[in-house]
């Protein structure tokens, strides 16, 4: 134990820990975790190290070896107070705090169900705003709740990776997810069947719109919710990730009159945003642009948006077909999933509209041979199709706390058979994450896409005429300059932006 007061200003805390111990704990006995100083050591900053039941109370929780350095209460408090504005907050901290003002609901709530007076209750309606405050404070895309036998599991994605939050009590559960079907206006009673909804919040001046699908498992019902945050889909282009030469290639296809324009890539990898992206570039006055979504995840100014409904017949196809007589200029489908679909599309584009729509494939070339194993005739898509632009997201490094790699770059970039003038021989740094209070010890903070751009060529239309296979069209596509997905990786690995094993997660099946 060392009785010399410590710095704690500059000391690293201990994100998962501080998480893990109780708010008022923390602040009660006046002590905050720090990072391991070595493997199997916690160090913990405390103001009074000689309170020896703390002490007993804590080596409880913590399965390790306790070092204990000296700090003042100020400090202390600071550091806490850091890490609370910093990143999510305590849930003790916050059901004490938060008044149901800080987050707003827009729309009525429904008060004619079974179980809403507990739903109503003010510490579930805190706990409810104190998730999802959470979760935006974090910047997560999901928030999931999930039942399991003895434990209630709350997990947010942030930047892709699923990260365990501090749960509420398990006999909680059924008041919570009373709380979350009034708010998104859906039936308290039923149990057996999924369901899906919507909540609109306000935030300050900051409109969240978020998605709601519930579904029973062995458990309980489990909850997903989508947050989807107006403010950070309209982006420019530039902010996706697109470099120069990329941006010069999109923006040329974006240009164009008439013809189909494909996103592609899986789920969750930034599609949605890039095409409202382009939409936005695209949305003036004098320009009549109408979307078919399934479903209208954000509703945007001046374009008129259709939600798709199997239900009454209106499929992405029908409804294409009728926003044809609606006399739009541009037209967005929110994605080509039968031959109907596609062949509508394709009519569109030749007469006389932009069409922009996405495909699930893994790479751009893929997408020529994924519509004709659909049944698109070759002539229809070497007449309608502009080009084809595939993507993928990957985390950026935190700026903060990123360090240089040991890595010898040169044999990874010959190894990869990374091309010369896609990446010169020579001296290069690349980085690789640490982790920081900022970062909230990940090492990354925020994500960046990838991008592969293909132009129909008249040599790849060639081979689309002759239904030459995807590994054939690329290869042509490389010669004629195309950038690859992982080659546009290694470039951003190479500008300091992301990390080799980043790249490789996302890119090594293409």
Known sequence: MSEESFNLSTAKIDQQLFYKLPYAFLEKHQLIPICEPRPGVTQVAMADPDDIETLDELKRVINTELEIVKATPEEIEEAIE????????????????????????????????????VANEAPIIKLVNLIIWNALQMRASDIHIEPFENQLLVRYRVDGVLHEMSSPPHNLHAAILSRIKIMSDLDISERRTTQDGRIQMKLGSKEIDIRVSIMPTVWGENVVMRLLDKSGLMLDLTDLGFDEHHLKLYDSMLRVSHGIVLVTGPTGSGKTTTLYSSLKVLNKPDVKIITIEDPVEYQIKGINQIHVNAKVGLTFAQGLRSILRQDPDIVMVGEIRDVETAETAVQASLTGHLVFSTLHTNDA???????????????????????????????????????????????????????????????????????????????????????EIMQMSEEIKALTLKRAAAYEIKKQAIKEGMVTLQHSGWQKVLAGVTTLEEVLSVTEEV
Request: proline share 4%; aromatic share 4%.
């Open 82 to 117: 850091r890490c609370n504005s910093g990143n999510a907050q305590s849930v003790e901290k916050v059901i004490q705090d938060l008044t149901e003002d800080d987050l707003e609901i827009i729309g009525n709530i429904r008060e004619d169900q079974d179980g809403v007076d």
């Open 365 to 451: 070339p893929s997408a020529i041979t994924r519509l004709i194993d659909m049944g698109v005739e070759p002539y229809l898509i070497t007449s309608s199709v502009i080009g084809v632009l595939a993507q993928r997201l990957v985390r950026v490094l935190c700026p903060y706390c990123k360090e240089e790699s040991e890595e010898d770059v040169t044999e990874a970039l010959d190894r990869l058979m990374i091309p010369e003038e896609i990446a010169p021989r020579g001296k290069h740094k690349i980085f690789k994450a640490k982790g920081c209070e900022k970062c909230r010890d990940t090492g990354f903070k925020g994500r960046i896409s990838l991008f």
